[in-house]
């Protein structure tokens, strides 16, 4: 196994490579394409406005790689936070802009979505598992408290996609999966023990 | 639903951990790592980390050491002290900072709020204000770490950085700062009224009912404390225990 997270200039990366390495896991950080080839699973994190992260992705050449390891060689892929939303055609963020087209979707502003909160959403929010049967979240009950912060949020296309939800004014989009590609909104690597065994089931994941 | 933050302070100058009163009277109290590594395990919501000593001698934010902290905290955390630039603040992100907050260079004249909430997105960007009461009872912000009075009143200029681009706002009461006496509800609430933004209050804390006037009288989103979990026994878990028998929502440990 060896965990490669993505280095496109816009991420979280050492945050993510802690809690990956406190699991024990083997993983580097990959800046550029070249670089995956090798690797048994991805991770895109991500924080930024989702304009500037998908031009950021795009100068560094990611695009097609990306895709092509996850769609052709079928690896194992999470997105988070940022990184869950660019899985989708397009982002409203700073201009309507075409995401990785992984999953089928659309990323909004909150309030777009009927959120008369605070907005952005930030801290501790249950995750609402609904494919409670995914390796992904095995170990994990429903309602268990994951952290979020973010403003824009993932609509999936196909509703048998979102994997989980949190409410927050509004029932948001919080977790996507399509076969082996997986997006969280809510970021893991901050979600202490409950993020931890989720990173653990993902990258158990073969 | 959405839990209440509660958010041990820390304070660092070089090595250690430090504490004041009024941002003034600094005392060390520990080491930063072995500190972060406690409350990790301890499990809190959040933490904040503030550099003073980049903030008193200008000095560039200490981002190698945000590296380290990033290692052993696997919670959110914010950094803060002596922000001036974009590329500071992507080096802090780089580092593992998941939010930074930013002070005194808001009243330099600086787009700094507007040009990192486009660059990294709002919800990375915390604008700190740091307020004094005034004699006649109105409130003044104070930059440079409560040394220079910029004439602006804190519930405006919260309004102004929630226009600019903020993501969420610290408030912190310079003369509760210290003192356990209690959060300055009066200028939370005026602030909270002001924006739609969730309110981070800070100084005063000395009990875990001040945390409960915070949020449910003032509408505080989060509770920051320091001398609190630094001078007495009190903890985050048991003030979650507190306030949740007063039926404010906090987040239940995960038994994993």
Redesign the interface.
């Known amino acids: 196994m060896s965990i490669a997270i993505i280095d496109y200039g816009m991420g979280n990366l050492h945050s993510v490579a802690g809690a990956l390495h406190a699991l024990g896991s083997n993983c580097s950080i990959a800046s550029s394409p070249d670089q995956i080839q090798s690797a048994t699973h991805i991770i895109l994190p991500g924080v930024g406005g989702f304009s500037e992260c998908v031009a950021n992705l795009d100068a560094g050449g990611w695009r097609e790689p990306l895709r092509t390891a996850a769609l052709c060689h079928g690896k194992p892929f999470l997105g988070i936070c940022v990184g869950m939303q660019m899985l989708a055609d397009f982002g409203e963020e700073g201009g309507q802009t075409p995401g990785l087209g992984l999953i089928p979707g659309k990323v909004t502003h909150l309030d777009t979505q009927g959120c008369t909160l605070r907005i952005p959403h930030v801290g501790w929010n249950s995750l609402y598992i609904t494919a409670s049967d995914e390796p992904i979240v095995e170990g994990i009950p429903s309602s268990t408290d994951f952290y979020f912060v973010h403003s824009y949020a993932f609509e999936a296309a196909n509703p048998d996609q979102q994997l989980a939800h949190a409410e927050y004014g509004v029932p948001l989009c919080a977790m996507v999966g399509a076969g082996k590609i997986f997006g969280t909104q809510f970021h893991p690597e901050k979600s202490s023990r409950a993020g931890a065994r989720l990173l653990q089931n993902f990258v158990s994941l073969m | ?5 509660i958010i041990p302070t820390l304070l660092w100058k070089g090595f250690g951990l430090v504490k004041g009163v009024g941002f003034d009277s600094w005392r060390r109290v520990g080491s930063v790592i072995p500190a972060i590594k406690v409350y ?1 395990t301890r ?1 809190v ?2 933490l904040i980390l503030v550099d003073i000593t980049a903030t008193q001698n200008n000095e560039e934010p200490d981002h190698h050491s945000v ?1 380290d902290f ?7 955390f914010t950094v803060g002290g002596g922000i001036r630039h974009v590329e500071q603040i992507r080096r802090l ?7 930074v907050s930013i002070n005194s260079a808001n009243f330099e004249g600086q787009e700094l709020v507007g040009q990192a909430a ?7 960007i915390v604008a700190s204000i740091d307020a004094r009461r005034m004699d006649d009872g109105s409130y003044r912000c104070f930059s440079h770490a409560g040394t220079k009075d910029t004439g602006h009143d804190p519930a405006s200029w919260a309004k102004q950085m929630e226009g600019s681009g903020a ?2 706002i610290l408030i912190t009461s310079i003369e509760r700062d210290g003192t356990m006496q209690g959060y300055d509800l009066q200028l939370v609430e005026s602030v909270v009224r002001a ?4 309110v981070i209050a800070s100084g005063g804390a000395g009990n875990y009912e001040h945390m409960r006037q915070a949020i449910q009288d003032a509408g505080a ?2 509770v920051a404390a320091a001398s609190i979990f630094h001078f007495t026994e009190q903890t985050p878990a048991e003030a979650k225990i507190a306030l949740k028998a007063h039926g404010i929502a906090v ?6």
């Open positions: 639903m959405l839990k209440v933050r990790n499990d919501d959040e590296r990033a290692e052993d905290c696997f919670v959110p992100l780089r580092s593992g900072a998941d939010k486009r660059e990294f997105g709002a919800q990375c993501g969420e924006v739609n933004l969730p989103s989060a987040r239940e440990t995960f038994p994993g």
